[in-house]
């Protein structure tokens, strides 16, 4: 009997099914708490728990994927620009349309801001419906329904 967890790559026969799965993001922000406060509640609604905590940072975890923010010493900037060369958004699952237009409501209340308000939920375009938020920070993710 075949091992499930092997051979997910067929140009790679020995590879697990979890090759090139994302492993973890860190993002690096400039205030600890905020980001703890605002990313702790985003990811709590999305089915993350917490998972590690230290002097400079935490994360939470869901499965085996987890996503850290750190206010790390060696940190050479304040300011996140999602318009700028680098990260633009995180784009999560976030369940029915009802489930992210609860969520979108809700992060009003956590720090987060509605971003493309005038054309929600269709912001993607016609077929896709979600909701983009910034945070305090100015990092954007995307809720996404599920058809």
Known sequence: MADPLMAADPANPAAPASFGAL?????????LQ????????LLGRLG????????????????????VVEKSPALSG????R???????????????????????ESL???WAELF???YPHAGGPGHFAAYLVNSDGYEVELIARD
């Open 23 to 31: 492993h973890h993001v860190e993002l690096w922000v400039p205030d």
């Open 34 to 41: 905020r980001a703890r406060d605002q990313w702790g509640w």
């Open 48 to 67: 993350y728990e917490p998972y590690q905590d230290w002097a400079h940072g935490c994360s939470w975890r869901r499965g085996p994927t987890y996503i």
């Open 78 to 81: 304040t300011v996140h620009r």
């Open 83 to 105: 318009t700028a060369p680098g990260l633009n958004h995180l784009a999560f699952s976030a369940g029915t349309r009802e489930q992210v237009d609860a969520m979108a409501a």
């Open 109 to 111: 209340h956590h720090g």
């Open 117 to 119: 308000p005038e054309t």
